[in-house]
Nanobody, 115 residues
Framework: QVQLVESGGGLVQPGGSLRLSCAAS????????AGWYRQGPGKQRELVAT???????NYADSVKGRFTISGDNAKNTVYLQMNSLKPADTAVYYC?????????WGKGTLVTVSS
């Protein structure tokens, strides 16, 4: 069992930046895909970005060029650097880890983009 804990959410003005962190409770030695999803008010949960254990990344079109996903295996942590934030980015952001055919989810962290 792996627990995921997100942090870094908060209130930011349009055009601002935030960095989200997702810490796993233990090291993952298998092949994995880690990612960030988000769910805005009245919307379905959607993919934001993923990173594989080999370092390959994938982004939703809506965040390409603005968000960057990265990982630090030594710290068992995945990050999401979010720049040029827009009100449309307001959502609860969830960390996800897929390993050995099991999906793990964090409880989410709220990001609010508003002036």
């Amino acid at each position: 069992q792996v627990q995921l804990v997100e942090s870094g959410g908060g209130l930011v003005q349009p055009g601002g930046s935030l960095r989200l962190s997702c810490a796993a409770s233990k090291s993952i030695f298998n092949t994995y895909i880690a990612g960030w999803y988000r769910q805005g008010p009245g919307k379905q949960r959607e993919l934001v970005a993923t990173i594989t254990s080999g370092g390959y990344t994938n982004y939703a079109d809506s965040v390409k060029g603005r968000f960057t996903i990265s990982g630090d295996n030594a710290k068992n942590t995945v990050y999401l650097q979010m720049n040029s934030l827009k009100p449309a980015d307001t959502a609860v952001y969830y960390c996800n880890l897929k390993v050995a055919a099991i999906n793990y989810w964090g409880k989410g962290t709220l990001v609010t983009v508003s002036s």
